[in-house]
Structure formats: C-alpha cells, structure tokens
C-alpha cells in the first residue's frame, strides 16, 4: 500500500512500541547496520498483531553506498500469548504448546526439560514427547561439538546477562544421529517476584531453507565469476 512505503509504516505500531521501534529504525539507517525489532502493528480492521521483524541493507559493488533495504516480519501473535500464559498460568499455556508449528521448549534453571511441545517431539524422533520431560536439554538433543557454547549461552541467560530476546541457528541432535537446523528465539521466564526461574525457547526448523540459500548464494558467486570473466575477454 503506498501508505507504507518510507517510513509510512511506522504510523500502524501501536503506540506504546512506535517510539521505540524508530529508534531502532534510526539507529540502523544512521550506522548502516543490521535490525531486529519486536512491535504490535495496526491491521485493517483496527486490531493488533505482534511481529517480529528483522532487515538489513543492500549496498553497491564496493559495499559502500546503501542502495535499499530488505526485510522480513513474522508473526509472533500466538508466541506472545504463550510467553503470557506462561508467566502467569502453565496449565493453560499447554493448550497452546500442543497446536504449536513451532518448537516450544521450557527449561528451568539446570537446563532440563520442563515443558516441550509435539512439535519438538516430532522432529528430535519421539513419539511421545512426555518421556523427554527432566532430561538435560543439551545432553540430550545437541551435538557434541555445540554443546558447550549453548549451555555458556543458556547461563547468561539464566543470569540476566544478555538483552532478550536471543535468536540466532543452532542444530539439534535428533534421536537418530541425523542433525537439523532450527532458527532460535530465547526469553527468559520470570515468577512473582521477579526472580528468573527458566527459559522459554520456539524455534523453526530452517534446515532446506538454508540449504536453499546457500545453493542460491553459490550460483550468484558462480554468474558473477561467468559475467566478470566475460567481461575482461572483451
């Protein structure tokens, strides 16, 4: 919509994110970097969504000037009504773990399993998921060499070292040997008083996808080596 164009989406944030989210927006055209935001956006019938968006910019061949920039944003509508119900009401909250696309994870503060969805079950290899509940995470559905750098980055978590939310990809070890790459979002959980007792963790198996941009990715350097070569015997 022409609406949106510029800067023109900045104006469907709800207002309690608007400010917020321009000074990220801000930030990033300023330095050129990277963004992430998290924010509520205004659809057309005047309801509110939750998204994440995240975006990057586009420079020249001497990755000087910024030519555009492109972006994704996710819906994370039902994972902030998880992270809700969550904090106030467990039991609830496994209504909406079970329905899940994604994988769900809750891990108290030694990293075992306290909460995992079907999701997560399919794709570690169990059929029943309940038998995973109490088992070390990291022993259990990390590889070996990953292990010790996702527990160090579970402890500053657990510690309240680090911003939240934390994403990033990290491969998990199915029951099978076999190993699959999963797009992390970590949060903390928190009880009454404030005290963090957990984590919660969704993530999306991004296994062919990535795959699918590195064959993208090795057929652009491939076009662009034809091209230059080309190029230089005219």
């Given at each position: 919509e022409p609406e949106l164009l510029g800067d023109g989406w900045l104006q469907t944030l709800h207002r309690?994110?608007?400010?917020?989210v321009a000074r990220i927006w801000g930030d990033a055209v300023t330095v050129g970097a990277n963004y992430e935001a998290e924010f509520r956006i205004q659809r057309h019938d005047g309801?509110?969504?939750?998204?994440?968006s995240r975006g990057r910019p586009i420079r020249d061949e001497g990755f000087v000037r910024i030519l555009r920039w492109v972006g994704v944003a996710s819906d994370i509508e039902d994972l902030k009504r998880i992270e809700l119900?969550?904090?106030s009401e467990r039991d609830r909250a496994?209504?909406?773990?079970?329905?899940?696309?994604?994988?769900?994870?809750?891990?108290d503060r030694r990293g075992r399993?306290?909460?995992?969805?079907?999701?997560?079950?399919?794709?570690?290899?169990?059929?029943?998921?309940?038998?995973l509940i109490g088992r070390d995470w990291f022993a259990l559905a990390l590889p070996p060499e990953a292990r010790v750098?996702?527990?160090?980055?579970?402890?500053?978590l657990i510690a309240d070292k680090v911003d939240t939310p934390v994403v990033g990809d990290q491969p998990i070890l199915c029951r099978d040997g076999t190993q699959r790459l999963i797009a992390w979002r970590h949060t903390v959980l928190r009880d009454e008083s404030g005290r963090i007792v957990g984590s919660l963790s969704s993530g999306e198996d991004v296994t062919e996808a990535r795959r699918a941009e590195a064959l993208l990715a090795r057929d652009k350097a491939e076009l662009e080596r034809l091209v230059e070569e080309r190029t230089g015997q005219l």
């Open positions: 309690h994110d608007a400010g917020r309801a509110y969504r939750w998204f994440l119900a969550l904090q496994r209504g909406y773990l079970q329905v899940a696309s994604v994988i769900l994870l809750v891990l399993i306290e909460t995992i969805n079907r999701r997560a079950g399919e794709i570690l290899g169990y059929s029943d998921e309940s038998q750098r996702a527990h160090d980055a579970f402890s500053g």
